[in-house]
């Protein structure tokens, strides 16, 4: 378990490195890493520099955090994220969240590559999370509880904030984008679902479903940040179309809908 001083050291450490106070935080999926291309002034940081972070190998992931301007909001983006299915431990997983509180991050952006299950989506269209369904059988805040970080039974009635839904579905429209909405399930991996799985989850409630965000949006919560979740739907999921899923269409689709993923994370940079 990471103890407070892990935290201040990988803070401390990220600080000499950089001038810049960022209070906005992204974390970037499958190929949506591209959005940190555009911040100004900026200063990367190789995640393998940064004290106790975990080094990650998954495909579509640049593993550096960069710190900058991006439309006018001094922003810090994680290029790529630490998964459950890589085998490292959710503690591992949510650090980096901890880290970003710690820098003065206060509204967290949490984006997503992650294959539809609501029928009525298609790969390509932008999804705003409502709320999540936890499938996995564990969670990041299991084990003692740090009363500095956060309470110990933290109230989840709203992880996904509603005004920065708000301000997002308001971006959406003025730039006339697609913006679906909807429920994400968060899916252990690396597997992909089976067609069964994926009838259980429609069942459930779920309209979206990925291996990711969800451990992220839980310890953001913990540390009273406010989040927004954005999936970027690549594939419509196991069995609804009679074709098998590979991860090279999942950063394919995710690199032809950068455009209007960036418009749209720049419009709510604008509002926040």
């Known amino acids: 378990?990471?103890?407070?001083?892990?935290?201040?050291?990988?803070?401390?450490?990220?600080?000499?490195?950089?001038?810049?106070?960022?209070?906005?935080?992204?974390?970037?999926?499958?190929?949506?890493?591209?959005?940190?291309?555009?911040?100004?002034?900026s200063v990367s940081i190789p995640y393998s520099e940064i004290p106790h972070f975990a080094k990650s190998e998954a495909v579509g992931h640049a593993n550096e955090m960069v710190i900058g301007e991006l439309n006018g909001k001094i922003v810090v983006a994680m290029k790529g994220r630490f998964h459950y299915y890589e085998g490292f431990t959710l503690d591992e997983v949510t650090f980096p969240v901890r880290v970003l509180k710690a820098l003065g991050v206060e509204n967290l952006i949490l984006t997503n590559a992650c294959g539809a299950v609501n029928t009525d989506f298609k790969p390509g269209d932008l999804m705003l999370i409502t709320d999540h369904i936890n499938l996995v059988g564990t969670n990041p805040l299991i084990g003692p509880?740090?009363?500095?970080?956060?309470?110990?039974?933290?109230?989840?009635?709203?992880?996904?904030?509603?005004?920065?839904?708000?301000?997002?579905?308001?971006?959406?429209?003025?730039?006339?984008?697609?913006?679906?909405?909807g429920v994400y399930a968060w899916w252990s991996g690396p597997a992909y679902e089976t067609p069964a799985e994926i009838r259980m989850i429609r069942t459930l409630g779920a309209d979206a479903v990925g291996m990711s965000t969800v451990p992220e949006a839980l310890v953001a919560i913990h540390g009273n940040m406010k989040v927004l979740g954005i999936s970027c739907l690549t594939n419509m999921a196991c069995g609804i179309l009679d074709q098998p899923l590979s991860h090279d269409e999942v950063i394919e689709v995710a690199g032809k809908v950068r455009t209007k993923f960036v418009e749209l994370v720049k419009g709510i940079l604008e509002e926040i």
């Open 1 to 41: 378990m990471h103890q407070l001083q892990d935290i201040l050291e990988a803070k401390n450490y990220i600080l000499s490195k950089t001038s810049a106070r960022p209070t906005i935080g992204m974390i970037l999926g499958s190929g949506l890493g591209t959005l940190a291309d555009d911040i100004e002034n």
């Open 145 to 181: 509880n740090n009363s500095e970080l956060g309470t110990r039974f933290p109230d989840t009635s709203q992880v996904y904030n509603l005004d920065l839904r708000n301000t997002a579905l308001k971006v959406a429209e003025q730039n006339n984008l697609m913006l679906q909405q």
